[in-house]
């Protein structure tokens, strides 16, 4: 399976930089991320600010062409609560989705990928529910799957399986066996909802990828949410374990 990935990954550095570049409010974290996206190469045509009904700040979308008409979207909010500084909820999962960008920009994909940093999910899943909610039937017939990054870098990767599609579990299961990097399930009902319900909502396949634990829990919506937080080994292995799943996606070998 590995060997048939073409797959680039961004060197740990950038992807470090990009999660320190977490500073300031939610304005400064739009701004920011959009200026990631520009700088893993995102063209000023593919790179968007949507306008989001009940919030003042908009989505930010960075579109990767594909050679067909199948769709992955990949997603993550920037914003946070007041508490702490957000830097695990959920700018880890935010700055990660330029260095995606950037390692399956290098070759040529027949899925379009769909990078969107969700505004408001903190108030009510807001940037999300309006992206999802204004998607036309067609387009949503045409979305493989949806990706959501949330609460990164507490530990090992974890995933929601009771939230997230079986097929797309096991796709990710399998690879991170082959790539032996660490990967176990963790639902976290009662929790509260992440930007995943959107598209389920929708009857899209969506997987959520998270570091929760139940000894964890404590540090979200907490003054405890800061860089110190962040075990960054771990989360390289995420962005590393991410950066292949996409690929598969692409490739078509998760049904294999």
């Known amino acids: 399976m590995v060997a048939q990935l073409h797959l680039r990954t961004v060197n740990s550095q950038v992807v470090e930089q990009r999660l320190k570049s977490y500073g300031g409010v939610d304005s400064d974290r739009e701004a920011t991320i959009k200026r990631l996206f520009q700088s893993a190469g995102c063209p000023e045509k593919q790179l968007l600010e949507q306008p989001v009904k009940g919030s003042k700040l908009p989505n930010v979308i960075c579109t990767l062409p594909g050679s067909g008409d199948s769709v992955v979207v990949v997603g993550a909010h920037y914003d946070h609560v007041d508490a702490g500084d957000g830097v695990v909820d959920n700018w880890s999962g935010a700055s990660m989705l330029p260095s995606l960008y950037e390692g399956l920009n290098a070759e040529p994909r027949k899925h379009t990928y769909v990078f969107v940093a969700f505004a408001g999910e903190e108030n009510g899943l807001v940037g999300s529910h309006f992206y999802a909610n204004n998607l036309t039937p067609d387009e949503v017939k045409k979305i493989d799957a949806m990706v959501n990054m949330d609460t990164l870098g507490l530990g090992p990767t974890e995933v929601w399986v009771s939230r ?68 960054f080994n771990d989360y390289y292995d995420t962005y590393r374990l991410l950066s292949g799943y996409l690929v598969l996606l692409d490739e078509g070998l998760a049904g294999q």
Not at 187 to 192: E, H, L
């Open 164 to 231: 997230s599609d079986q097929k797309l579990v096991g796709a990710l299961h399998g690879l991170a066996q082959a790539l032996k990097l660490p990967l176990s399930g963790m639902n976290v009902d009662g929790v509260g909802e992440s930007d995943e319900e959107s598209f389920l909502n929708r009857k899209v396949p969506t997987i959520t990828i998270h570091s929760l634990t139940t000894e964890t829990l404590r540090v979200l919506h907490s003054r405890r949410d800061n860089y110190s937080a962040i075990h």
